[in-house]
């Protein structure tokens, strides 16, 4: 049974935490790990450590996105975690997904739970387990009847290598909550995503995702991952935890305050 940790007073959580956590922050489609500074300075300012990962096919990368696969994510994002955790080999840390990152921390999840203390989910897709072959963003997202996403919204290009979001739709999609210049913002900075991730499985058995606590933040006002597709995730029992959020997809973004205490309080659930 899910329990719903509502009520919570950010002030206090930054407060009385009980010991310093490393949190490994993973960002979503169409975007990259530049979304989550700013709650990576809150993370910081209040004595954690926050490690961003901006996952392959960004700027800088040197590789075509049409040979970038769910396996170059899933392999980043481990790399990411045994840097993060080395010189403590008792050392865990709590691995935040957000949006498509969810399927992508799941992977991890599944490929070594060991080093994981917590999953937690934002606004994220969450795949089923014992599922063959198991789902795909594209599986979860075309169950969604809820959000903005217009038939053009989702731009895929001629080649079939990547996809884009339809500009058109950006802020009402991605920053329904924001002020207009920061809307702008979010929607400027959006890049194309590698398109054969999107379409991959993602495999979960409950002997090893399943071992690993579980949380989820859920963002009230989102039209990207609506929040009945959030829901309905939650329903499929595999999460402890979750944590009500009352903004759009990118709280990381347009609430970043909220959303590490959203974090803490999700991680640290034993805090009152």
Request: aromatic share 6%.
């Amino acid at each position: 049974m899910i329990k719903f940790l509502a009520g919570f007073a950010a002030a206090a959580l930054f407060t009385s935490t009980a010991q310093a956590e490393t949190f490994v922050l993973v960002h979503g489609a169409f975007q990259t790990g530049a979304e989550w500074s700013q709650t990576a300075s809150v993370l910081t300012d209040v004595g954690h450590t926050a490690v961003v990962v901006t996952l392959p096919g960004r700027a800088g990368d040197g590789r075509a996105l049409g040979d970038i696969t769910m396996a170059d994510h899933v392999t980043l994002l481990r790399a990411s975690i045994t840097t993060a955790t080395a010189g403590d080999p008792d050392g865990r840390v709590v691995l935040v997904g957000h949006s498509f990152a969810g399927l992508v921390i799941s992977a991890a999840a599944e490929a070594d739970p060991t080093p994981i203390a917590t999953l937690v989910y934002v606004a994220a897709y969450l795949p089923a387990v014992d599922v063959t072959p198991g789902d795909t963003l594209q599986d979860l997202a075309m169950a969604d009847h809820h959000g903005a996403w217009q038939a053009d919204s989702f731009v895929v290009a001629a080649d079939h290598s990547s996809a884009s979001v339809n500009p058109r739709d950006r802020i009402a999609i991605f920053a329904n909550d924001a002020p207009a210049p920061l809307g702008e913002a979010i929607a400027a900075a959006m890049v194309d995503e590698p398109l054969a991730p999107l379409a991959t499985p993602v495999a979960l058995t409950k002997t090893r995702f399943g071992s690993v606590r579980k949380a989820y933040v859920v963002t009230l006002r989102d039209m990207a991952v609506s929040t009945d597709l959030q829901l309905t995730l939650l329903g499929q029992g595999t999460v402890a935890e979750a944590v009500p959020l009352d903004t759009g997809h990118t709280p990381q973004v347009t609430a970043p305050d909220r959303l590490a205490a959203a974090i803490l309080r999700a991680a640290t659930p034993d805090i009152e």
